[in-house]
């Protein structure tokens, strides 16, 4: 392997000299080591250039997940080019939008979908090829297997600089078009070696990969960090908790979102002896509950880490290795990242323990919004600060607490809410699994507190239940002028809470 790629050399350094060790343990009884990493990775490299693939070319995927679809995104950045991976939810209306957008040179489907795509990619002179996921533990099948060579020695890595582009990620677009994410070699590449750091990973380390690949907590977090460190991955290519609880005794660590933790918890096999060689688990992409922190800890002398990241710029704050994990905030910004509170409408900063927007800055940072100049002018400043859209406050001991998204900011009558603090006091009533609270039009005050709650099973709550407690706790203008019960609610495929969702669905709430 030669050739100067600046996010492939950094992190194939990270196991060189190892590759006899095993990279990953497959569901399907199969074990890649690091030699196969860099040998199939370089034959998938080698196929998308016969393919004509150039440097800067987009290769978009949607795909499920497989070992073979990681191969692909470490191939595409081999091979000079920029990784586009699209959520497998997407529907080819939605995936009209991305390819239209990036204009990839090659999209790579899942073969049930290649009818419904092709017209899509023709459309921009893209090629469309399939890529299967392993169903029943099989090896994946399509048709871009069949194109990539059986082997590739003597491959050089296309040269790419720490400035080039390895990967285009769209933001979930829940208010407006999806925005592309540009990020280069080095934004990668240097989170991976910080987080790597932070959370002290090394060739011993054992991380259960149950997260998707189209997104960065599961294909740059986990895997990037990893293959940093020449760890070892248990591939699963969904979250099973059968296959968790199974995993963890030889696991040493687990990133996952809080969904993987409340369903763990809900399982009777769950408990200390269970996680004893466990050293580390991390949460993200969603906020975690206090009450999730607490009962975690009880359940397994562990403490969640939770961090805080965004698709613009991978990770920026994480609760220490050592030292107290706090629930509800997400601790300290990353080695290299600053951080500061500021106000929305001015950019003044903020004092410690001032509500205000989130704002970052560091070698994490995006370089922009793909073909969006005047987007990133409006979040990118020009001496590099990113504005996050996350209101938030730095707590009395440093800690970084997230308030909420400054789109969920509701104002009533004049006043400021911010809807996780009002969450938080209605999370801590007997009976109330978890709540969201939105501003919904109100003739009166402009907007007025909506709180949607999900009750526990059988716990018979009413609105007076809920109402009755905040009316000690909360300024009058903070508390719900209605409460309405549900099941659940609406979550996107990372875990996070669609409140655009519900606002939409509850606009008529006061006439």
């Not at 997940?65 to 950045?77: D, F, H, N, P, R």
């Not at 240097?190 to 959370?199: G, I, M, Y």
């Not at 961090?307 to 050592?322: A, I, Q, V």
């Not at 004049?414 to 501003?439: Q, W």
Request: aromatic letters at 8%; proline letters at 6%; glycine letters at 12%.
């Amino acid at each position: 392997m030669t050739g100067a790629n600046h996010l492939i050399d950094g992190l194939w350094a990270g196991f060189a000299g190892r590759e006899p060790a095993v990279f990953a343990e497959l569901g399907d009884g199969r074990h890649y080591t690091y030699a196969d990493l860099n040998a199939v990775s370089a034959r998938f490299a080698a196929g998308l250039i016969e393919l004509g693939v150039r440097p800067g070319d987009r290769v978009a995927a949607q795909v499920e997940k497989s070992i073979e679809a990681l191969m692909l995104y470490l191939g595409t950045v081999r091979a000079g080019g920029v990784f586009l991976p699209l959520n497998t939810a997407y529907t080819p209306a939605e995936i009209g939008y991305f390819v239209g957008d990036a204009e990839p040179r090659l999209l790579v489907c899942d073969p049930a979908r290649a009818e419904a795509l092709r017209p899509i990619a023709e459309g921009v002179g893209a090629r469309v090829e399939t890529l299967g996921g392993s169903k029943g533990g099989s090896v994946p099948e399509g048709s871009l297997l069949g194109l990539i060579p059986d082997e590739a020695e003597g491959f050089s890595n296309v040269p790419r600089g720490p400035d080039d582009l390895a990967a285009i990620l769209y933001t979930s677009g829940t208010t407006g078009r999806s925005k592309g994410a540009m990020l280069s070699h080095d934004n990668l590449l240097s989170n991976a070696k910080v987080l790597a750091k932070t959370w002290r990973f090394t060739g011993d380390d054992v991380l259960i990969h149950a997260l998707p690949i189209f997104h960065t907590h599961g294909l740059f977090v986990a895997s990037n960090t990893v293959i940093a460190t020449a760890g070892r991955l248990i591939w699963m290519e969904k979250f099973d908790v059968d296959a968790v609880v199974a995993a963890l005794p030889r696991a040493t660590a687990m990133m996952g979102v809080p969904t993987f933790y409340t369903r763990l918890l809900a399982d009777p096999r769950l408990d200390r002896g269970l996680t004893r060689d466990m050293r580390l688990f991390i949460s993200g992409s969603a906020p975690l509950l206090a009450e999730t922190h607490r009962q975690w800890q009880e359940r397994t002398g562990h403490a969640i880490l939770e961090r805080y990241g965004m698709t613009e710029c991978s990770m920026n704050t994480s609760n220490p290795y050592d030292g107290e994990r706090r629930a509800g905030t997400v601790g300290f910004p990353l080695e290299g990242v600053e951080l500061r509170i500021t106000e929305p409408e001015t950019g003044r900063a903020l004092q410690q323990g001032e509500i205000g927007m989130i704002e970052v800055r560091g070698p994490n940072i995006f370089k922009g919004y793909w073909r969006m100049p005047e987007k990133t002018a409006e979040e990118l400043r020009a001496d590099g600060w990113f504005i996050t859209g996350d209101l938030g406050m730095i707590d009395d001991r440093g800690y970084v607490v997230i308030v909420g998204r400054g789109k969920d900011l509701i104002i009533t009558g004049g006043f400021n809410v911010y809807p996780k603090e009002v969450e938080g006091e209605i999370d801590r009533i007997p009976g109330v699994v978890e709540s969201a609270v939105i501003g919904v039009p109100h003739p009166d005050f402009g907007e007025g507190v909506v709180a949607v709650v999900v009750p526990e099973t059988g716990a018979g709550l009413s609105e007076k239940d809920i109402l009755g407690p905040l009316a000690e706790r909360l300024a009058k203008f903070k508390q719900p002028k209605r409460v309405i019960f549900a099941e659940a609610l609406p979550r996107n495929t990372m875990g996070k809470v669609q409140k655009k969702e519900l606002r939409d669905q509850h606009a008529g709430t006061f006439g």
